[in-house]
Nanobody
Framework: QVQLVESGGGSVQAGGSLSLSCEAS????????MGWFRQAPGKEREEVAS???????TYTDSVKGRFTVSRDNAKNTLYLQMNSLKPEDTAMYYC??????????????????WGQGTQVTVSS
C-alpha cells in the first residue's frame, strides 16, 4: 500500500523559511509526477508546485521565485523549499503522486495518492 508522509511544517514569521519533505513508502515514485498542494481554511485546495519524472517543474504564480520543488528518487522523497514566506502562505500542505502515468515529460495532473498534510503557519 502506498503511503505519503509529509513533514517539516511549523510556525514561522513572515520572511522566514521552511523546508517540507514527503516520503513515499510501499511503492517507488520514480517516474511519477509529484506535486505539492495547499488548502487554507475556507479556501479551495490549490496546486502549489509539481515536478515531472524528468524534473520539469511548475509553480503557481504566487510562489514563483520563493518556493522550489525537488525530488530524490533514491530516497523516494519529494521536497518543497519555501523562502520569503508570507502570511498568505498559511495553509495545510499536502503532497500527492500520480502513479498511473509514469515517465511523462510533463505532469498531467491526475494525482491519485495523497498524504495527510502538514500545517504551515506564517505570522506577520
Amino acid at each position: 500500500q502506498v503511503q505519503l508522509v509529509e513533514s517539516g511544517g511549523g510556525s514561522v514569521q513572515a520572511g522566514g523559511s521552511l523546508s517540507l519533505s514527503c516520503e513515499a513508502s510501499g511503492y517507488t515514485v520514480n517516474g511519477a509526477c509529484m506535486g505539492w498542494f495547499r488548502q487554507a481554511p475556507g479556501k479551495e485546495r490549490e496546486e502549489v508546485a509539481s515536478i515531472s519524472a524528468y524534473s520539469r517543474t511548475t509553480y503557481t504564480d504566487s510562489v514563483k521565485g520563493r518556493f522550489t520543488v525537488s525530488r530524490d528518487n533514491a530516497k523516494n522523497t519529494l521536497y518543497l523549499q519555501m523562502n520569503s514566506l508570507k502570511p498568505e502562505d498559511t495553509a495545510m500542505y499536502y503532497c500527492a503522486a500520480d502513479l498511473n502515468n509514469r515517465w511523462f515529460s510533463y505532469c498531467v495532473g491526475q494525482f491519485d495518492y495523497w498524504g495527510q498534510g502538514t500545517q504551515v503557519t506564517v505570522s506577520s
